[in-house]
């Protein structure tokens, strides 16, 4: 702005001092001097407020009034013809070398302008008084913006090589104390530059012009190799090795592709993290270990708990039903209780048994051909006095095809019994539970649903893990925990899958699907009705 306002002043100057002396300016010379006055003042103005843009017009505009002025005062040959060259010097006082090139383009068309025009047309001229003042004053205002554009075009460039080697000496810096190892490389792993922490025992200043594989034991030399022509072909490309000078060391090198002939890696010691991550395997294979143990202890002592809690239900038996002789009511009703709480207790430890030998892998399936409508059947019998005595209505919706499935026939009525069992425990007095057996697109499908409690969406999270129970303490007294489990253990060893529905208040469905039919039988023949 300040290069176009001073143009301005030193025109209006000339002309004052021109009319000071005397001299008479005719309407061409006017016209002229007030055409580059103008393109000063709207130059400061693009200038300040348009940006690149205006910058470009505010150089159009300096074009045009230099062709003007010298078409106005003789062309090419007038006192003006210098002006030709005002785009170029307003070129060069914006600093930019876009707009320089601009300036010239424009200058070159202005004088070209001016050539022809006084070539074909009758110009006017100057009067000889005003022809050497005018010749002055184009030439010292074209000289001196000239020179003070190039100047600052000069002093901009200079600021800009100072800013950019600024730049770089703080990206080098950033560089040289981020973390990893940055390197510049060929592809053939010839290491051009680097930058960064270097693993332990080397030197980030004697790395350039090194090999990559020279820094890499012999075991991992391929790998790394493979790594690089991988990244080459591919984009990128990873590879862990024992650095060549530290047997102990550990580092990770990460390969991208810059372009066909550079790559570009950061490596980085990975030894702490190996160190964690063989101290968490180690963990893990310790627990894994205890866990294993703890399962085929208690799947090993089958025996010796079965043993004597056989005894005990034998003989309490044998004392409540008083085959040996009378005894006072007293002692019966003790007996009674030694008996259900034996058979409570053989329970959970079939339970516990049965778990620990799915956890063990010591669980084997007894594949046999049967109706799964017969087992479920069988467990609703069984079932049926419990429901009574809990005032709950116990139903049965089995499919009226045959149910044959190759499965294991104890797994299925285990499944059945816990389903149940479990629905009894958390449907309320009136309540109803409903059992369904069906064939559902080729698999076996066991629903169990009833009108209970519900489970809420955080016990729903946790129900189905070994000795996770849900509902309130006098709920969860009741069982050990391990029903849904088991239910989900025996359906995934038959190749299934359980899932539960349920909306607290409303009541719970658990669906067990299993591939175990034999034939799908036809699902519209399905709704027989049994009321246990």
């Not at 940006?51 to 062709?67: F, M, P, Q, S, Y």
């Not at 030998?357 to 594949?367: S, V």
């Amino acid at each position: 702005m300040s290069w176009h306002l001073a143009w301005t002043v030193v025109v209006a100057a000339a002309v004052s001092a021109l009319a000071l002396r005397g001299g008479q300016l005719a309407e061409p010379e006017w016209i002229a001097l007030g055409g580059v006055g103008a393109a000063g003042v709207l130059g400061a103005f693009l200038a300040e407020v348009a940006g690149e843009g205006g910058a470009a017009l505010a150089i159009v505009a300096w074009a045009l009034a230099g062709t003007l002025a010298c078409l106005l005062t003789g062309g090419t040959a007038g006192p003006l013809a210098a002006w030709c060259l005002a785009p170029l010097a307003a070129g060069a006082a914006f600093g930019r070398p876009k707009l320089l090139a601009l300036g010239a383009a424009a200058g070159v068309a202005a004088a070209a302008v001016a050539a022809l025009g006084a070539a074909f047309l009758t110009l006017p001229r100057p009067p000889t008084g005003l022809f050497n003042w005018l010749s002055l004053l184009a030439l010292g205002t074209t000289g001196m913006s000239l020179a003070a554009g190039l100047i600052a075009l000069q002093g901009k460039a200079r600021g800009d090589d100072a800013r950019a080697r600024e730049a770089e000496l703080e990206l080098r810096e950033a560089l040289d104390h981020q973390p990893q190892l940055l390197m510049a490389l060929y592809p053939g792993g010839r290491i051009l530059e680097a930058f960064g922490e270097a693993p332990a025992g080397l030197e980030t200043r004697d790395l350039p012009d090194r090999r990559l594989g020279d820094l890499v034991s012999a075991e991992d030399r391929a790998a790394v190799e493979d790594a690089l022509t991988r990244a080459a072909a591919d984009g990128s490309a990873e590879a862990a090795f024992v650095p060549a000078h530290d047997p102990q060391g550990w580092c990770v090198l990460t390969v991208r592709r810059m372009s066909s002939t550079r790559l570009v890696g950061a490596l980085r010691d990975a030894r702490a993290q190996r160190s964690r991550e063989t101290e968490l395997d180690a963990a893990r294979e310790q627990a894994e270990q205890q866990n294993a143990g703890k399962s085929r202890f208690l799947a090993n002592m089958s025996h010796e708990l079965r043993t004597p809690l056989n005894a005990i239900m034998g003989f309490s038996d044998i004392m409540r039903q008083r085959l040996f002789g009378p005894m006072s009511d007293r002692y019966a009703e003790y007996a009674e209780l030694i008996h259900e709480s034996g058979s409570h207790l053989l329970e959970l430890i079939n339970d516990v048994l049965d778990m620990s030998k799915i956890e063990a892998e010591r669980f084997e399936l007894a594949r046999e051909s049967f109706d799964a409508r017969d087992a479920i059947a069988a467990v609703l019998r069984l079932m049926r006095g419990q429901a009574e005595r809990a005032g709950i209505n116990l139903r049965a919706d089995l499919s009226a095809e045959s149910l044959e499935a190759e499965a294991d026939r104890r797994a299925i009525k285990q499944i059945a019994f816990n389903l149940i069992s479990n629905a009894l425990k958390f449907t309320p007095k009136g309540g109803s539970v409903t059992v369904t057996a069906r064939p559902a697109a080729g698999m076996l499908e066991i629903l169990v649903s009833d009108t209970g409690v519900g489970i809420s969406p955080q016990d729903l999270v946790r129900i189905g893990r070994p000795f996770e129970q849900a509902g309130d303490a006098d709920q969860r007294h009741a069982g050990s925990g391990l029903g849904l489990s088991l239910v989900r253990a025996f359906a995934r060893l038959h190749g299934g899958e359980m899932t539960i529905d349920s909306v607290l208040g409303e009541g719970t469905t658990v669906a067990v699907r299993m591939p175990v039919l034999m034939a799908m039988a036809d699902p519209e023949h399905m709704g027989v009705s049994l009321e246990a």
